[in-house]
Each structure stands twice: as C-alpha cells, then as structure tokens.
C-alpha cells in the first residue's frame, strides 16, 4: 500500500550473481511458455464473450435468439433497440441513469472524505480509547448487510424516505472498510515529523488535516472512491427494497426491464448494456488504479 | 512597561513547582482543539454506523420475536414462534440446501481457477497490465447484468450453451427446471464475475514471495510444477485462507444472481434456486412478514458465522499439511486486511 504503481518485478530488477547455475538463472528471467499467454487468453476469451453474446442478440431483433443459424456477425438494430428501452416509461432509463450517477458519486465522495478523516485520527491523532474505536471498527466490518435489512427499511419508513434515493445514500454514506483502508494507508505513508512541522508552524488541528494530511493521503482516496463508486453503481438488493418502480436505479430498472420484455431478449440485453457501458468506460480509464488498489489490499494493509 | 511589572511574579519559584501563567483564551482553544478534534474527525463514522448498522442489527434481535404490525409500526411479543416457522418450514431447508450447493459449486472451482490464473500471471510475460486488467474486467459489470446475461445464454430452449451441447451430440438441459443445473447456471454467474478478481489478490501474494525460493528449488531439481505445489502454494496459504472465508461469506448471501435468473424472481417453481437471502426478500417484502424475516434474518448470520469458523479450521489444516507452518503476524495481518477489503466489494 506505500505505492500506488505496481511493484516492479523483482525477478528483472534484482542484481543476478554470475555464477549461479543456469536453472537457477533461467527460473528468472525465462520468458513463458507459449501456454501460458494461451491459457491467459482462454480465460480473456472467456471474460469478454458474454459482453459480445449480448451485443449479438442486442442487435438483432426478437427473433435472433431462435434463430437456429444465427449469424456471428452483429446485426443492425442495436440503436433501435437502446432507443426504445430508452423511451419505454415504465423502464425510466434517464432518471435511473441520473440515480445511479447521483448515489454513486455522493456516496464515493462521503465515504472519501469521512473515511480519510477518521483514518487521519485513527493513524496519526493520540486520543483516549483510540485502540478499541479502531477495533470496533474493524468488528463492524464482518456483520454482514442482510442481517439489519429490515429493521433499516423500517427505519426508513418512518424518516418517510422510502422511494428517494436518500434512502439509498444514507447507509452508504461511510463504511466501515473505508475507514480502515485510510488508517492503513495514512499510518504508513505520512510521517509524524510533516504533521508536527505544521503544528509548530502554528496550523489548526483541522488546517494540518487540510494541508497535510489530505494531500499525502490522495492516492488511496482515488482508490477508495473507485471501489466504492462500482458497489455502488452494482448495488441492487437495498435500492431493490426501499426505491419504487418510478424513481430507480440502473439496476433496480433493469428489473423492471426484464419484467417487462421476457419475451423479447434484443431489448433486454440492450438495456443491459446500456445499463454497463458507463462502467466499461470508468474501466478503461482507471482500470489499472483498480488492479493496483486491488492488489495493493492484498499485500499490506 | 506591563512586562517589568509582571516579571518578578513570574521568576521567584525556581523548581518544578512553578506555577503556570494563565492560559490565553487562544492557548485554551489550541488545547481543546488538540482534544477534541479526533474525536470529531471520528464522530461522523459512528454517527452513521450508530444510525443505519447499530440500530438495525439490535433491533433486528427484537422483531425476530415479534409478530410485527406493518401498519402501526409495532410488534407483540411472540417469543421463538417466528424461528419455531421458519425451521420447520420446507421451502427455508430447500433454500438452505441450494445456498449450500451454489456456494459450493461457485467457490472450489473459483479459488482453483483463480490460483492457476494468478501463477499464470506470476510468469514474466509481457503487457503485465494488460492481462490483468482483462483478467478484471467482469467484476466492474452489475451481478443484475451478468445475470441477465446468462440466463440468456442458460436458455432452456434457444439458449447458446444448449444448442452448443446439441451441436457435439448432447441433449439439452433444462437449465431453469432441474435443481443441479439451475445452480450450476447461476455458480456459473458468481465465478464470472469474481474469479479474476481473486487471481489478482493471489497474484499480489505470490508476488511477495522472495525469488530466492524459486531459484533453491530449481538448484534443487524441483520442475515447473514441483516449484508451484512445494514453493507457491504454501507461502500464498494466508491469503488462500481468506479469499476462501469472503467467498464464503459472500456466497452465502447470494441474491442478485437467483432473484434475476428467471421472471418471476421467486427462485424457481418448486424453489429449485431459491437462497436463504431470496426466502428473506420473499418472507419480508413478497408476504410483509417482517418478524419472521428478522428471524431469517438472524439463522442466516449464524449459519454464516458457523460455516466462516468451520471453513477457517478445515483450509487450515488443508493447506497446512504441506507447508512449513511459517505463520508471521504480518502476513496474517495482511491477509486480514484483504478478507476485509473482499467482502466490502461484494
């Protein structure tokens, strides 16, 4: 988690002795075996197939899925179909659209902030009962989402929020592994020194967090609000629970849209990848942040 | 002209008994500031968690005993009548039995696969990034979207995967009526999804492992395969452990993937697919019996806990039978971390 490149590979940075045996050497720097790249790219295969499945029949008309000769060339009706998912009312697209862009960016840029700044006290801040705050934290991450559901949606009725997105970004609003994510990261990479130098400079407890602490923890708050973007945008159960047909989420309208056209695949599978396009898009862009967050987690933390 | 007056008041006791001046209201703000300011910075955290996780999950102990009045908003007090249904209830030991066999069928080939994916990756081949950004790929697609998109693929009569079997002389499956298949259709979503995710965390462990390792048991003799069973697979075992424990606890919640498998939603007519988490929807929000579904609600974080627990001891001693039992604090801690982080992203 110091870094938020990818480590680079020992085995070409490392000095090599010169007399070591040649296996020893070849188990270095050996370039694979043409199986290996093949079964990397059977599961590429694998990985992307479905994507170009639903583009086939997305494609096509409601018959294409019976069609027993069906053509592995795309057909032409894609746009079509997006457009009359897209103008079906019962489906609301665009507002879903907005819920799933409003309660992802809300939700990633308050867990961010909030995380970051209870990651900064956890990390670097001395207070009383700092530990066992932090063990409870930790404690609240294994309770799995189910077990308070309905308790939450009564919750949520009495506030009158049931159907608003509201409803949705409250639960959301912070988690729990956002908090350890930041205290993890802020204990490593920030030194004690910056934070005294400040505060001999006569800053705040708040401006040294603003100037300090803030800037050296950017990279994993990238990652985190990532993460949390795509739970969020993939979220379905709770949005499932508590938001009505009319106001939803992609997902939620994705429900919907299968309810609606079972017969007629070409329209469902449209929706679908109308529905994941714009995550597609935030992969290509910040996919690698994704593999190294990931990645990251796993050998520190 | 103020200081020469104040200065003898100031000087005369030497030792450590000399009294402080009076703090300036500044001074005293610097301190409160310094005081209370982790608390604030920690405060918002708890506030929520105190509001949507606390709450909910005492209070959820308290409905499962009641028979609750959806309408007023209150229960009665009906002590164990609620658990007392759901055991006894046919449909809650047929979810339970399909939770069980999809969590099966989606976690071992899931870690397998992952962890040859991952040594694959380990190799030193070219556009490192590359791979393993296509190796990621399906986790940022909605489980709703992948589910979609198999049961399309899993038709029963125009689907892809049965006219494929009809092509090499198979008969068809009845992928939506027939208990094992409709799991094995919907496992088949779960490992989609999340198999290069797992590659990734494992990748990032064999990474940690020294090169030195490798290089020994090649002067040693050791072979390819030698190397991955003796070398790679008792040093990944910390993280191995974990990625198993969150596919666990994630299996075992299943939801998306059964609740879109088929119109319906209601995990198939005789219950073929249905989860204990889709009996808990259906309980709760198809029959508005929310006092039983709190009891569901409850059975579930048992049976997780239990089988969380149960898997601990059993990959433990698995993966433990051939390794050199080098158990650091740190590569647990680290593992930790990732189990944590895992179970966040599902």
Known sequence: ?301 | MTTTQQKPSVEPPPGKNRPHPPLTWRQRLGRLDVKLSPYLYIAPFWIVFALVGLFPIIYTAVIAFQDWDLVRNTGEFTGWDNFAYVVQDREFWLSLRNTFSIFLLSSVPQVIVATIIAAMLDKNIRAKTFWRMGVLLPYVVAPVAVALIFSNMFGDRYGLVNSVLNDIGLSSIAWHVDVIPSHIAIATMVNFRWTGYNALILLAAMQAIPRDLYEAAAIDGAGTFRRFFSVTLPQIRPTMIFVIITSTIGGLQIFDEPRMYDTNGQGGSNHQWETITLYLYKTGWGEFNFGRAAAIAWILFLIIVAIGMLNFAVTQRLIATDSVARKTKKSRTASKAKHIKKEVGK
């Open chain 1, 1 to 301: 988690m110091t870094t938020v490149t990818e480590p680079r590979n020992p085995r070409t940075t490392a000095p090599r002795p010169k007399r070591r045996k040649r296996a020893a050497a070849a188990v270095a720097t050996m370039r694979p075996h043409w199986t290996v790249y093949a079964v990397l790219a059977v599961f590429l295969v694998a990985s992307v197939f479905p994507f170009y499945w639903s583009f086939l029949i997305a494609s096509g008309d409601r018959f294409t899925i019976n069609d027993p000769n069906m053509s592995w060339w795309p057909g032409g009706n894609f746009l079509e179909n997006a457009a009359t998912v897209i103008g079906n009312p019962a489906v609301n697209f665009w507002k879903a659209l907005w819920n799933s862009i409003v309660v992802s960016t809300t939700t990633g840029v308050t867990t961010v902030v909030l995380s970051t700044l209870a990651g900064y006290a956890f990390a670097k801040l001395r207070f009383k009962g700092s530990n066992a705050l932090l063990i409870g934290v930790i404690a609240t991450m294994a309770v799995p989402v189910q077990l308070g559901i309905v308790p939450l949606y009564i919750l949520m009725q009495e506030f009158g929020w049931t159907g608003s997105v509201g409803a949705v970004i409250l639960p959301a609003l912070v988690t729990a592994f956002g908090v350890f994510w930041m205290t993890q990261y802020i204990s490593q990479s920030l030194p004690t020194e910056l934070i005294e130098a400040a505060r001999v400079d006569g800053c705040s407890m708040i401006r040294t967090f603003w100037h300090v602490g803030l800037p050296a923890a950017r990279p994993a708050a990238a990652m985190l609000f990532l993460f949390t973007f795509v739970t969020q945008w993939n979220n379905f159960m709770w949005p499932y629970i508590v938001l009505d047909p009319q106001n939803p989420t992609l997902p939620v309208s994705l429900s919907i849209l299968q309810a609606n056209y079972f017969v007629d695949y070409s329209l469902v599978l449209a929706g679908v990848l109308l529905a994941t396009v714009p995550l597609l898009l935030l992969f290509m862009f910040a996919g690698k942040q994704l593999v190294s967050g990931i990645m990251a987690g796993a050998v520190k933390g």
